[in-house]
């Protein structure tokens, strides 16, 4: 528990320690169903969990011996659920998409997808707040959220070529969209330009 305790106070090298320990375990206990084992790997799925984890360890209370295995599990499940989902309606981006990008406004549709509404009622200054609070949201992310996200939703690439410029496989794309949207959401729900409010 000593090692967990210090990772949880923001000890990077226990983190890491841990994360060593228990990847046998972890890969052990992933259950890749036989017609995704083709484009999923068990190591796309381990690499965003400890991203996952580096990301959130702060927040994790411990809770008895099988709470941070436990708790990296969740972490993984959700990833692997993220990926198949993603796998099982991928599709190009529609022809909307590909105009969105060419003309700035994936940047507003980005917002919308993740929920996140501006108060500002003027959208052409609305996408200028927007497009300034999603660079320094992004400059927040792990450099492959970030450019799974930029390279998918914003430039309007295909997941197949998403996956090739990032040197992963499509299910590991989503996944790294799926942590990314996440992560945008908390970032921009801090924002100034942004509200909750529907």
Known sequence: MGMVRAAVSGDPDALATLLRQYAPQLRGQLSIDARWQSVLDADDILQVTFTEAFLRVTSFVPAGPGAFLA?????ADNNLRDAIKGLSRQKRPPPTA???????ESVVQLFEMLGVTT?????AVAQVELLAALERAMAALPE????????????GRPINETAELLGRGAGAVH???ARGHGRLRELLGQNP???DAP
């Open 144 to 155: 492959d959220y970030a450019r799974a996200i930029r390279a998918y939703d914003l430039e």
């Open 119 to 123: 108060t500002t009622p003027s959208r």
């Open 98 to 104: 590909q105009v969105a990008a060419q003309s700035g």
């Open 175 to 177: 996944m790294l969209r």
């Open 71 to 75: 708790w990296l599990s969740r972490i």
């Open 193 to 195: 330009f942004t509200s």
